[in-house]
């Protein structure tokens, strides 16, 4: 079975630029969290998925971020525009249900803004 | 105050050893209690978790919770190279997904 796939792995923008990065959850779960890590910093929840809809987004930090689920599949978390204090690590996870000890995360998406 | 709190580390032992990594935390409604392992350029990997509290065991692995100290800890018993990883709490109220990290402790077991 495959994990949690995110893209790209890394990826460097300046300040001001927009980026997409990309999550393929496991096949099969409805449930799809973001999280980020910045430099220094915990793992902070972002937002959860639940099929096509957005059950929760009481993480995201501004109107910058813009998370989509397109058809309950893979999701897209966009920053536009980018700001140095953006940078750090997203992780994704999926899960079939809810429970907290259910979530497999991906390997994240380090974001570098220049 | 952090939610929770971890001491970042980093921590060396020599193979063999027991591993001892501990986790506070303030608020009393978490009562998920997860222990992952993460491996340098990867996501976090569940190891074991635990409801409310109490003690479980797995392997060479036991997870530990004392609700009445808001205090939770991990035992890596004969450590072994390949447990060279940062370990991060996480925890959880009652029904909720949303998981509350520690920082991390980042582990060396020297061969």
């Known amino acids: 079975e495959a994990g949690v796939t995110q893209f790209p792995s890394h990826s460097v923008i300046e300040k001001g630029q927009t980026v997409t990065l990309r999550c393929d959850p496991i096949?099969?779960?409805?449930?799809l969290y973001w999280y980020r890590r910045v430099m220094g910093k915990e793992i902070k929840f972002l937002l959860h998925?639940?099929?096509?809809?957005?059950?929760?987004e009481s993480g995201m930090p501004n109107n910058r971020f813009l998370a989509e689920r397109t058809g309950g599949t893979y999701s897209t978390l966009k920053v536009q525009p980018a700001e140095l204090e953006d940078s750090g690590v997203y992780f994704c996870a999926s899960s079939p249900g809810q429970g907290a000890y259910e979530q497999y995360f991906g390997p994240g998406t380090r974001l570098t803004v220049t | 105050q952090k939610e929770v709190e971890q001491d970042p580390g980093p921590l060396s032992v020599p193979e063999g050893a027991i591993v001892s990594l501990n986790c506070t935390y303030s608020?009393?409604?978490?009562?998920?209690f997860m222990w992952y392992r993460q491996y340098s350029r990867k996501g976090p990997e569940l190891l074991m978790y635990?409801?409310?509290?109490g003690n479980k065991e797995d392997g060479r692995f036991t997870a530990q919770v004392d609700k009445s100290s808001k205090y939770i800890s991990l035992f890596i018993r004969d450590s072994q190279p390949s447990d060279s990883a940062t370990y991060l709490c996480?925890?959880?109220?009652?029904?909720?997904?949303?998981?509350?990290f520690g920082a991390g402790t980042t582990v060396t077991v020297r061969a």
């Open positions: 608020n009393s409604a978490f009562q998920y």
């Open positions: 096949s099969g779960h409805d449930n």
């Open positions: 635990t409801y409310s509290s």
């Open positions: 998925f639940v099929k096509e809809s957005k059950q929760d």
């Open positions: 996480a925890m959880s109220r009652w029904n909720d997904y949303k998981l509350s």
